[in-house]
């Protein structure tokens, strides 16, 4: 089946900030991100052909960017928690938030990351994590119910 090369550039132009912004999270910051999301599309275009139309063009790409991100993951742990930083795009403004965010399992972060800074619709992060969208809402209710602890935590220390 395939997909065109214009299904591609669509796909890149509207959605770049949003893979940035989510690999950046697991290729250690934004600027290692530009490339992994760079390499991810133009991997995809060459590889057009092998893309057989089950699921949606995005889910595809999102694999092959996580792939080439984790591939490209940096070794040192401060490197990783500065990218969770960068991720944000205002930090500051939140500080607990950031923390709570931070807190969460990796799973869980990465289905919140993909969900509300992707923003990609349950289906689409089911399919471009290999779960079920049954597991994807599970994940998102307990990141909710872990966030709201943890800032209610920090609230009270204040």
Known sequence: MGASELEIEELYRRRYVAFRNVIATVAGGREPARDVVQDA??????RRETYQGTGSLEAWVW???FRLALAAVPRDLALIESSLEEAF?????????????RSLPPRRRLVVFL?????LSYDEIAETCG?????????????RADLLAAIDREGAEK
């Open 63 to 65: 694999r092959i960017a």
């Open 131 to 143: 779960i079920s969208e049954g597991t994807v809402a599970a994940t998102l209710a307990q990141a």
């Open 115 to 119: 969900r509300y800074f992707g923003d």
């Open 89 to 101: 795009l205002e930090p500051e403004r939140d500080p607990d938030l950031v923390d709570a965010i």
């Open 41 to 46: 599309f133009a991997q995809a275009l060459r």
